[in-house]
């Protein structure tokens, strides 16, 4: 909740509260504030090296709004990491979900990177760019570290696409494989 509180009195659109290595992280999925929604990524590498991605954006009531599943090329776990959080702002602008945006990552080094950028020569500068154009079009963007316990949903969404043979799916409702994770979360989010 501390986490919470300083998100909110965040004068700075990056700034989701000091999250120094004394500080205990999120374990547990917490409903987003009223007026903001919270989008949630994963990535994932298959040993056999097979790459996905996959995330879901939820209200503050806790409700999914949307959650997606995408396939990728092969690529390292920081850049899958780094896709879901893409392709979640992306579809937040597509279908117009809302300009007060709280992003979590269970990647320590994912949210390092949004919040203080990376040179020009990392692998991942063009995602870091590209999600820093899309948050520059909203009111408000502010990036969380939290637990993997607290990012389960968007784990179950990033390996199901492993599994699938299409690019990008997108579930307008909850897919009945993250029923159960999704139940849990809204136990412990309130």
Same mark, same amino acid.
Request: aromatic share 6%; proline share 3%.
């Given at each position: 909740m501390? $986490?919470?509180k300083s998100i909110i009195n965040s004068n700075n659109l990056f700034d989701a509260g000091d999250q120094s290595e004394g500080t205990l992280i999120t374990r547990n999925w917490v409903c987003p504030p009223s007026g903001l929604i919270k989008l949630n990524g994963d990535g994932a590498v298959s040993y056999s090296g097979t790459s996905s991605c996959g995330g879901l954006i939820r209200d503050p009531d806790g409700r999914c709004i949307l959650a997606f599943s995408r396939q990728l090329d092969r690529c390292s776990v920081i850049k899958a990491e780094l896709w879901a959080i893409t392709q979640g702002l992306r579809l937040i602008h597509l279908k117009k979900l809302g300009t007060h945006i709280l992003i979590e990552s269970d990647s320590l080094e994912a949210i390092t990177l949004l919040r203080n950028g990376c040179p020009r020569q990392n692998e991942c500068f063009d995602l870091v760019q590209e999600i820093s154009e899309l948050a &520059? $079009?909203?009111e408000t963007v502010s990036y969380l570290?939290? =637990?993997r316990e607290a990012n389960l949903v968007a784990d179950l969404l990033a390996k199901q696409c492993n599994i699938g043979e299409e690019n990008?799916?997108?579930y307008n409702s @909850? @897919? $009945?494989f993250i029923i159960r994770a999704l139940a849990a979360d809204l136990t &412990? =989010?309130?």
């Amino acid at each position: 909740m501390n $986490s919470t509180k300083s998100i909110i009195n965040s004068n700075n659109l990056f700034d989701a509260g000091d999250q120094s290595e004394g500080t205990l992280i999120t374990r547990n999925w917490v409903c987003p504030p009223s007026g903001l929604i919270k989008l949630n990524g994963d990535g994932a590498v298959s040993y056999s090296g097979t790459s996905s991605c996959g995330g879901l954006i939820r209200d503050p009531d806790g409700r999914c709004i949307l959650a997606f599943s995408r396939q990728l090329d092969r690529c390292s776990v920081i850049k899958a990491e780094l896709w879901a959080i893409t392709q979640g702002l992306r579809l937040i602008h597509l279908k117009k979900l809302g300009t007060h945006i709280l992003i979590e990552s269970d990647s320590l080094e994912a949210i390092t990177l949004l919040r203080n950028g990376c040179p020009r020569q990392n692998e991942c500068f063009d995602l870091v760019q590209e999600i820093s154009e899309l948050a &520059a $079009s909203c009111e408000t963007v502010s990036y969380l570290h939290i =637990g993997r316990e607290a990012n389960l949903v968007a784990d179950l969404l990033a390996k199901q696409c492993n599994i699938g043979e299409e690019n990008l799916i997108i579930y307008n409702s @909850p @897919p $009945s494989f993250i029923i159960r994770a999704l139940a849990a979360d809204l136990t &412990a =989010g309130f």
